[in-house]
């Protein structure tokens, strides 16, 4: 497995890509860079490119209602051409209190939007002259324009014609598109141990279709990381970031966290998690969410007890084991979570 982290959604994130280009020197592989609504994640992958040497860089998530198709794919591959081949272009239909709260578009279609998506932007790193008609109508029509736009293809030469494309999936559909077409997976609250019940179906009816020059899909999961004999009481620093999702990332039947929460068995203690966070007890949300969760959520204890938990994560079919440590000397952290990967 290769080891991957996370890039915090609220932090400084010039002080959190330096630190990286630490951790790139114990054996990280991945970088992940958020994007809600707060800084843009392309201008941090940016300045990561310029501070790193080895690692692959990716965003997590860039949502498909907010920029057009073509322009994911010209991102993509300008951070491809200035890192010299590392990007990852992680994208995801986010939500509807995001897109339509924050960039104002109608949340519509989120699945067939994603496929054009994946689509349009190979076309675009093939130099393909672009058209395509679907939800995307590319050119535009003379109906709904000018009547001027016309078939163009990129004028730079990509360093890859086929960036890789990781989908946020968790809905059936989702993931079994996911499978399909894409070249990763990003999953949240991954627990190993329920994943194949929860997933595996979707999975696998997804790879049935996958083309063969497709590489096998790429799954990233994990969760925080502690090692050492006093640490798991760390495994309550997630639950105010899990009752944000699970109560407050979509309202009652329209949130996919807490849809996924209902399928792991903990479906009282999500609507519990909901119905506080809704009414603005944070808080108590927070202490709402299962122990049990946490716990199956992340690689948090001795170190025999977070190796094995590596290994469950392994098992479970995770490539990319992405992880957040915790505590005053993450660098050690990833040393010793990357050794017990090998």
């Known amino acids: 497995m290769r080891i991957a982290t996370t890039l915090a959604y609220a932090n400084d994130p010039r002080s959190e890509a330096d630190a990286v280009a630490g951790w790139e020197r114990d054996g990280l592989d991945v970088v992940w860079v958020n994007e809600a609504y707060g800084f843009d994640a392309p201008t941090i992958m940016g300045y990561l490119a310029a501070t790193t040497r080895r690692l692959e860089i990716g ?63 190979r076309q675009v790193w093939r130099r393909q002259a672009l058209e395509h008609e679907g939800i995307y109508r590319l050119p535009l029509p003379a109906g709904e324009g000018t009547g001027l736009g016309k078939p163009l293809k990129l004028l730079n030469h990509p360093v890859r014609e086929r960036i890789p494309i990781y989908v946020a999936s968790l809905g059936d559909k989702n993931v079994q598109m996911t499978a399909e077409l894409a070249d990763g997976w990003l999953p949240f609250l991954y627990d190993p141990g329920r994943a194949a019940d929860v997933w595996g179906g979707a999975l696998a009816a997804g790879r049935e279709r996958r083309s063969a020059d497709l590489a096998p899909l790429e799954v990233v999961a994990g969760g925080p990381l502690a090692i050492g004999p006093d640490v798991t009481g760390l495994r309550d620093l997630a639950r105010p970031l899990i009752a944000l999702y699970v109560g407050g990332m979509g309202a009652k039947g329209r949130n996919f966290y807490h849809d996924l929460l209902c399928r792991y068995g903990y479906a009282d203690a999500a609507g519990r998690i909901q119905e506080l966070y809704l009414a603005g007890h944070k808080a108590e949300a927070a202490a709402a969410v299962p122990a049990e969760l946490l716990e199956r959520t992340s690689l948090i204890g001795p170190a025999a007890y977070v190796r094995d938990r590596v290994q469950a994560y392994r098992d479970a079919g995770v490539t990319v084991l992405n992880v957040t440590p915790l505590g005053p000397d993450p660098r050690r952290l990833i040393a010793a979570v990357k050794e017990m990967t090998q």
Request: proline fraction near 6%; include cysteine.
């Open 59 to 121: 965003s997590a998530i860039l949502p498909v209602y907010s920029r057009t198709p073509a322009l994911l794919a010209q991102t993509a591959a300008g951070l491809d051409a200035m890192s010299g081949g590392r990007a990852l272009l992680g994208i995801g239909a986010s939500g509807p209190q995001v897109v339509e709260g924050w960039h104002g578009v109608a949340y519509d279609r989120p699945l067939g939007r994603t496929r054009e998506v994946i689509r349009i932007c």
